[in-house]
């Protein structure tokens, strides 16, 4: 595996501990990495401010976040597929007035903003505001009913739906936001082909990245769907497993 040039890694389920710890075990072996001139980068559907608790740990070379909304190397914007303006906004109306969405959530540069709040407001802190405009990665909302958000998206054609598995949370999501797309993004721009690419995963939105990449792992709590389109399976996420066979197959 000396061909490995970049290493691409969920988060939630695949390269934290359930509980979202890093062990110190993981750390090292990701420094080896870096000895070895592999380049890390996370891919998540968590935002970055979401992420910067365990970015904080790690320091990975590349973001991507908000599902592959946006690709960040340091500073440097790699890749960036927001909502069009008009249909944020139509959006947000379709679901303030339907009864079954309980919360809207909208992602954008530096913020989040809770539009439609439950009447219990035991969440975690957020801002709380009209959202009035700015680019926007991904607009979440919370229904019991995934047939609710899909009718939503059907009507807007510049739009992706991503269901999560375990939550009743989906996002809305521009056509080009995907984790594959901003993966092929970062490598283009940094020269590394695909081939040269080993990406880790477990559900169904790093299926497309797991495809594309010249190695695609799975762990073993990975959805049925993420398994199949492996060419790998390693251990449990609570396992350090990204970690082991990191350090088993690549280093």
Known sequence: MDN?????????????????SISE?????IAR???RGILIAFATARSEISAE???RQINPDIMISNSGALARCGLETLYKATIPPDNVHA???RCIYNSLVFQIGVETNDEYFRIKLPDDEGYS????????GGDVYKLSVQ??????PQAIANDFPEINLLSYRDIDWHSFRSIGASKENAMLAVADSLGISAENIAAFGDDVNDI???????IGVAVQNAVPEVKAAADHICGHNDEDSVARWIEEIIL
């Open 91 to 93: 959006l947000i109306l």
């Open 25 to 29: 075990y993981t750390k090292a072996v």
């Open 208 to 214: 497309g990245m797991l495809k594309e990449a010249g």
């Open 143 to 148: 229904s019991n009913d995934s047939s609710i």
């Open 53 to 55: 608790p365990f970015s």
């Open 125 to 132: 802190p957020v801002t709380k505001a009209d959202f009035s």
């Open 4 to 20: 490995i040039k970049l290493i691409v890694t969920d988060l939630d389920g695949t390269f934290l501990r359930s509980d979202s």
């Open 33 to 35: 990495c870096r000895e």
